[in-house]
């Protein structure tokens, strides 16, 4: 991947190989899935819809009723977005607004977060599991989605 820059049109743009290509829009696909099936026995969903009021079941649950679809209806939208804007790209390019911009690094966090769950990674400094090869591509897959991340964040810093 090329870092994110700001172009000359005032707008971000970075380049992904094939291979990051297929392994984002698959990991925001298989997220995506996961958002949208609503299954809050899930850890990782858990931890993408976490409960307002820890000390407070019931008024936990009003809302979680009131708000739950909703919340995740938008992350599904964002984590698609970065699926849908691979997808139109032939070349790898992908150009982003500013807005789009902060789409991306909701939906690159909330990815994220899934994979850190699945890796038993519950705070910074946390190396999380890595006993077999799908734990070691998804702690690659975790630790380069934080470079993508960053890489937009210094774009948008630069234009500060």
Known sequence: MTPWTRDDDNVLSAEFSDIETAILRDLARQVGELVESADHRDPALARLLPDAYRDDPAAAAEFRRLTAADLAARKAAGI????????DSDSGRVVVTDPQALDWMRALTDIRLVIASRL??????????????????????FDWLGFVQDSIVQALEDTL
């Open 80 to 87: 698609r977005l970065i699926g849908a804007m691979l997808s």
């Open 120 to 141: 038993g990674i519950e705070e910074d400094g946390d190396e999380g599991r890595t006993d077999s090869d799908e734990d070691l591509f998804l702690r690659n897959a």
